[in-house]
């Protein structure tokens, strides 16, 4: 690609001005949505979310200290009021009509439509942020507004034409020269300090329209895209003429997504390599460090620059001291800044092709590979982004390190090791596990080879590694074994590397909404410690009892899963170990893995331990939901007496509903990839295991029997709970709540279900007519009973099984 793109077609002029050492300043080539954007909503729409929330929360102080601000500023007379009220109101009109009216004279509808946009759009959160505050009205501001002699009221207009003025002014800054955006800036400030002085609304509402009113335009930018101002290569070209590199002809080069790049020609006819970082990387780079900071445990990422120029001579010096340490880097000619916002850094091209681009790798190329990495090691520079694209292979077979953007100097050594374990995973892409491994070992020798082997894990590696990684479904197995092979290690520990997962995020999530239903349970405590006092203590002995019952039928549904037999008391013990084990891990995983364990030390086959467990979870699937039908219908109305059975048309619409969903469902490739990578091979190994269980009744029997003897003690237990606080329900009632609230909760990945259960439990009680007072004690009863108690028994009984190595 030559030459620079077309401008845009509504009527943007292309402007220019002289700015830093010559370079030039030009035209819109396009429409972006830049990474700055997205920073700038992160930030905006936390300020607004914090703002509302602290003013929601803290009513009745806020209110004080607004109260105390208005006060400050009665100093002024109310004719100096009035005149400066007055003055706000044509200002705000006249300037909320030009952000409107020049777009149109100038013939740029495209600005236009993002004014308009964001104003509408400004007006409509504004109103509805006042509707979630709901605050209640100042009695001191009440009397200011009667002392200016009815000037304005007390409405919500003034408000939201903050926010709109805030919004416009937003989505017209990339379209204006920064003058314009500085007076744009000051006036609002102005505008808003004398709203201050002279008030109309509570100090912290004027507050709130302002980042919300930022969020808002924001978010217009983002939607439809600010003007590329990214620079022209006229004036790239001009700024390296300008520092003592003039180049001729200059085209566009592909260099990843984190940076533009181009290629051009020097006076000597030499080829440079030309890359331009602008505000939208830096952005970028923020945003990358932010979330590599919340994600990731000991990131390595330093603290960033305090501006893109500084950013980018650090990447040239680094570049020139891995170069003269012995690296075979390309050497930087000349760091020029272009105009105010952007910075080129030129170096000599290296004629070659990417190492993800050779066919034909081969044990001396790889070698080559790994001795640059040993050379940034001897100076303990740390690359950080070893990817394919980034190792250069010349002509004559020499791979070139490019690329020094994330690169650290004087670095520890979990950034060096760090190093390692990309380079392993890139490498063994490239040119195969063994090949890697050993020219690793070879170029470092293998301590610093073993010493990356708890990184070598998919959350440290680059996004494009793990991608590459994902078509080649058993590659980083295999490497981690090869590595632990070659390096004489007998047990891999691997790092942790996560700080926080999309499983922590979705169970703090569930905890939230948990908490959120559970918190109105609590509005009569008097009324639930009073229950509590007068509970009957004699029914609790009778609720352990039903808690050892419950784990008597774990034990047997799991001894019924699998065709070998099993010890009883390790297989109990097991079991009980699991109410330790559990709760470590959303949605039964850990109890799942415990079992799996125990079965293989009990002389099972891996394999059959495996589908034994997946068949005794479809069975306690199975029997649940059977119990689910049995114990509803036998409720019937006294249960939920407000819900009907649904006729078959009913029915019928939404069998066919659930059919649609699940087509839509299955059209995504997500879903599809799931259910063959997760949901199939679990299916194949329960009924592999299931076919050995038809064949022998006595198993058959104690599968779905201890299945539902766990469901029915559990039933019981709730019962039990109830009955010690007076009761009320029937347990036909009580055992119908049970099988529907934890069906409900199942779907909650918390550990042990925590707060989902108790939600359910209790909103099912309290609708099949027990009182609140009553069903929050039977509730926590239960659960301390059933989850709470069994913790300290179950970490015994763990200790236990890793004593006599049953696990």
């Not at 044509?90 to 104003?119: C, D, E, V």
């Not at 001897?378 to 690329?403: E, F, K, S, Y």
């Amino acid at each position: 690609m030559t030459g620079v793109a077309p401008s845009s077609a509504d009527g943007e002029q292309a402007t220019s001005d002289r700015t830093g050492h010559g370079a030039t300043e030009e035209a819109t080539a396009g429409y972006v949505r830049s990474p700055s954007d997205v920073l700038r909503l992160i930030v905006f729409a936390t300020i607004t979310t914090v703002a509302i929330t602290l003013t929601a929360a803290f009513q009745s102080d806020v209110l004080a200290a607004e109260e105390r601000v208005i006060e400050a500023f009665t100093i002024l007379t109310p004719t100096v009021e009035r005149v400066i009220e007055g003055v706000i109101v044509w200002l705000s009109l006249i300037t909320g009509l030009a952000l409107l009216i020049i777009p149109l004279r100038r013939k740029r509808y495209r600005l236009f439509g993002y004014s308009f946009a964001a104003s509408a759009t400004a007006y409509v959160a504004m109103a509805g942020a006042l509707a979630l505050l709901d605050r209640p009205e100042s009695e001191v501001l009440t009397r200011e507004l009667d002392d200016r002699a009815g000037v304005t009221t007390l409405n919500d207009a003034t408000l939201q034409s903050f926010a709109q003025l805030t919004a416009v002014f937003i989505v017209f800054g990339p379209f204006v020269t920064r003058p314009w955006r500085r007076a744009g800036a000051i006036a609002l400030a102005i505008t808003i300090l004398l709203r201050f002085a002279v008030a109309a609304r509570l100090p912290a509402d004027l507050i709130i329209t302002v980042p919300l009113g930022a969020t808002v335009g924001v978010a217009v930018l983002l939607a439809f895209g600010r003007p590329d101002r990214r620079p022209t290569m006229a004036a790239i070209a001009a700024a390296l003429t300008d520092n003592g590199l003039a180049v001729g002809a200059m085209q566009r080069a592909s260099a990843g997504a984190r940076s533009t790049a181009f290629l051009a020609t020097d006076q000597n006819g030499r080829s440079v390599f030309v890359k331009v970082l602008g505000l939208g990387d830096r952005a970028a780079d923020l945003l990358y460090r932010g979330y590599r900071y919340v994600k990731l445990r000991h990131a390595g990422d330093l603290r960033p620059f305090s501006s893109l120029r500084r950013g980018a001579e650090h990447e040239a010096f680094v570049a020139l001291y891995a170069a003269g340490g012995g690296a075979r880097v390309a050497t930087v000619r000349v760091v020029a800044l272009v105009g105010s916002d952007a910075v080129a850094i030129a170096s000599d091209r290296i004629e070659g092709r990417p190492l993800t681009e050779i066919d034909d790798v081969d044990d001396e190329l790889l070698h080559a590979v790994w001795e640059q990495l040993a050379a940034l090691r001897a100076q303990r520079i740390a690359h950080r982004d070893l990817v394919g694209v980034n190792i250069v292979v010349d002509d004559q077979g020499h791979p070139w390190l490019t690329d020094f953007g994330l690169a650290e100097l004087s670095v520890p050594d979990r950034l060096l090791d760090a190093d390692v374990a990309q380079l392993l995973a890139t490498t063994a892409l490239a040119g195969g596990v063994d090949r890697a491994v050993a020219a690793a070992i070879e170029a470092l020798g293998p301590n610093p080879v073993a010493r990356a082997l708890p990184k070598l894990q998919p959350s440290a590696l680059d996004g494009t590694t793990r991608a590459a990684l994902k078509v080649h479904d058993d590659l980083l197995e295999a490497l981690q074994s090869a590595v632990a092979t070659a390096c004489g290690i007998e047990e891999v520990h691997f790092e942790r590397i996560e700080r926080i997962s999309r499983r922590t995020l979705i169970t703090a999530m569930f905890l939230a909404l948990a908490t959120y239903f559970l918190i109105p349970q609590f509005t009569d405590l008097p009324g639930v410690f009073e229950r509590i006092e007068t509970a009957n203590w004699a029914w609790f002995p009778l609720l352990v009892l039903l808690t050892i019952v419950n784990y008597i039928g774990l034990t047997v549904a799991l001894a019924g899963s699998v065709p070998d037999r099993v010890a009883v008391l390790p297989t109990f013990g097991a079991q009980v170990a699991t109410s330790f084990a559990g709760p470590l891990a959303p949605a039964g995983v850990g109890s799942l893995a415990l079992n799996v364990r125990f079965l293989q030390k009990q002389g099972v086959d891996q394999p059959v331990a495996a589908s034994g467990v997946g068949l005794n979870a479809i069975a306690a699937i199975a029997t649940h939901l059977s119990l689910v039908v049995v114990f509803v219908v036998w409720a019937g109305q006294s249960a939920f007496g407000s819900i009907d059975l649904p006729n078959l048309t009913a029915l019928a619409v939404g069998v066919g509903v659930v059919a649609l969903l699940a087509a839509i469902a299955l059209a995504l490739p997500y879903t599809r990839r799931a259910i063959v990578e997760r949901l199939i091979p679990v299916a194949r190994r329960a009924i592999s295991g299931l076919s050995d269980v038809l064949t022998n009744p006595a198993k058959l029997a104690e599968l779905f029997g201890g299945s539902s003897l766990v469901t029915v003690a559990n039933m019981l237990a709730l019962f039990v709970a109830t009955q010690a606080f007076g009761g009320g329900l029937a347990f036909a009632t009580v055992g119908a709540v049970y099988v529907v609230g934890r069906t409900i909760a199942t779907f909650a990945p918390t550990p042990g279900g925590i707060g989902a259960i108790e939600a359910a439990l209790i909103g099912g009680l309290v609708a099949a007519g027990m009182d609140n007072d009553t069903a929050v004690p039977s509730v926590f009863l239960f659960r301390f009973a059933t989850f709470w108690i069994p913790i300290l028994p179950g970490y015994l009984s763990l200790l236990w099984l890793q004593r006599r190595e049953y696990i």
